[in-house]
């Protein structure tokens, strides 16, 4: 009774297009569901990373709901992405890791934000695979945000020496998983992967929420 009066208060909306859902949906509508821009393997994946996948492309319904859920507090949309997450790792293989963890923000951002949005996604997925994330980085300089800078070149040079690793006995000699929210050029989770193998990771694999296009001529792309 409690669920169904939440539903009637609180009805709950899908997380991608924001229609409302009925009492057969959860997470995405029918829409969503069959016409999502899901990602497909594609010749490409960043330095460092052993392999990689994603759920989405970056684009449309899928980037008007990221970015609500990093920049408008719809932090309660973590539990729905990490539950579709959870279904691409297990359809292509991904569960095969010894230690997952995120790409973290850093502390002037996350305080500004008041929450950092891949943490939680971590947080969410490991309840859904049953696994407790482990901290295995730390951002230790307030990079300027690379969806400001364009240029592949100056992605690389704006996060070098930004993470450190941290709790190195966690990983040492062990497969990570590393999740981030969105993957551009490759260049944050390129810099975390080198950084966790430096410090003694034996693999790292990748895995985000949505990929941008990396067809030069995709009208997208280039609005990046």
Not at 53 to 72: C, E, H, M, N, P
Not at 181 to 196: H, M, N, P, Q, W
Request: include cysteine; charged fraction near 25%.
């Amino acid at each position: 009774m409690i669920d169904r009066l939440l539903r009637l208060l609180f009805p709950p909306k899908c997380v991608l297009c924001r229609d409302l859902l009925d009492d057969r949906q959860t997470d995405l509508c029918h829409h969503c569901r069959t016409n999502a821009p899901n990602y497909t393997k594609i010749k490409f994946k960043p330095s460092f990373v052993a392999h990689f996948t994603g759920v989405w492309y970056y684009k449309d319904d899928v980037r008007s709901s990221i970015l609500r859920y990093k920049f408008a507090n719809k932090r309660h949309y973590a539990p729905a992405y990490a539950r579709m997450l959870a279904i691409k790792l297990q359809t292509e293989g991904f569960d095969n890791f010894d230690v997952l963890t995120w790409v973290p923000v850093s502390t002037l951002r996350r305080l500004r934000r008041g929450y950092d949005q891949v943490k939680l996604l971590a947080q969410a997925l490991g309840q859904e695979i049953n696994t407790t994330p482990v901290c295995t980085l730390k951002k230790i300089r307030n990079t300027p945000p690379q969806s400001g800078i364009p240029d592949a070149s100056r992605r690389r040079a704006n996060v070098l020496g930004a993470y450190r690793a941290v709790n190195a006995p966690e990983f040492a000699g062990k497969r990570v998983l590393l999740l981030d929210d969105i993957l551009t050029t490759g260049a944050t989770a390129s810099e975390c992967a080198r950084v966790l193998l430096t410090a003694g990771a034996s693999e790292v694999n990748l895995a985000v929420l949505a990929v941008a296009s990396h067809d030069p001529s995709s009208k997208h792309n280039k609005n990046m």
